[in-house]
């Protein structure tokens, strides 16, 4: 039962223009969303996340959007640069301690 | 600021095989989250220690265990290796207490069963 989906598995976008990676939820009980980015061979990395009490959260070139109604979260990167290019996992907090991850979405960004 | 470090990096096992890996956790943080990623896959949470007490466990069987040491270091150990064990296994650490909301990973250990 996948309680987080990532439905795209890739996406690849030209540099300087904006990607947008979706993920969907099912679990009405989550409340925190993050997004996590991660490069060949490390560990995922932080990037931004989002309480449900909110809406919209910024932080740079990363914007995440949470429509609550739709169970759905976006990540919009504006503008992509070439050191985008990771896999990116949508993860929500189930509780108080634990990550539920997506499947991941592999985003190039073309120069 | 000292970051999270995973030991050893690859490894293989050969099935029936025990293994523990490593993880140190980053300065001033007092939980660590284990979480198994197979090829293609999101991480997948295993268990979490808080205080040197497993804290929350994920659906993983009894062969997978853990320890937390006074220093906040950890340990995953895995009895009885199975093929499908192969995966990268990641620890992630925070500063726990009601609430983990932001984890930091280590760049993990690459498990393989054969």
């Known amino acids: 039962d996948q309680q987080v989906k990532q439905n795209s598995p890739s996406l690849s976008v030209q540099e300087g223009r904006i990607s947008i990676l979706n993920c969907d939820y099912t679990?009405?009980?989550?409340?925190?969303f993050l997004w996590y980015k991660k490069y060949p061979a490390e560990g995922p990395t932080f990037l931004i996340s989002i309480s449900s009490i909110k809406d919209k959260n910024e932080d740079g070139r990363f914007t995440v959007f949470l429509n609550k109604s739709a169970k759905h979260l976006s990540l919009h990167i504006v503008p992509s640069q070439p050191g985008d290019s990771a896999v990116y996992f949508c993860?929500?907090?189930?509780?108080?301690?634990?990550?539920?991850f997506g499947t991941g979405t592999r985003l190039k960004v073309l120069a | 600021e000292t970051g999270v470090t995973q030991s050893p990096t690859h490894l293989i096992k050969t099935r029936g095989q025990q293994v523990t890996l490593r993880c140190s956790s980053q300065?001033?943080?007092?939980?660590v989250s284990w979480y198994q990623q197979a090829l293609g896959q999101g991480p997948q949470f295993i268990f979490q220690?808080?205080?040197?007490?497993?804290?929350g466990r994920g659906n993983f069987p009894p062969r997978f265990s853990g320890l937390q040491f006074p220093n906040y270091s950890s340990e995953l150990n895995v009895n009885a290796l199975e093929l499908d064990d192969s995966a990268l296994y990641l620890c992630?650490?925070?500063?726990?207490?009601?609430?983990?909301?932001?984890?930091?990973f280590g760049q993990g250990t690459r498990l393989t069963v054969v």
């Open positions: 679990n009405s009980m989550f409340d925190y």
């Open positions: 300065s001033g943080h007092n939980t």
């Open positions: 220690y808080y205080r040197e007490e497993e804290n």
């Open positions: 993860a929500a907090l189930l509780g108080t301690y634990k990550y539920i």
């Open positions: 992630a650490s925070s500063f726990g207490g009601a609430r983990n909301t932001e984890a930091f």
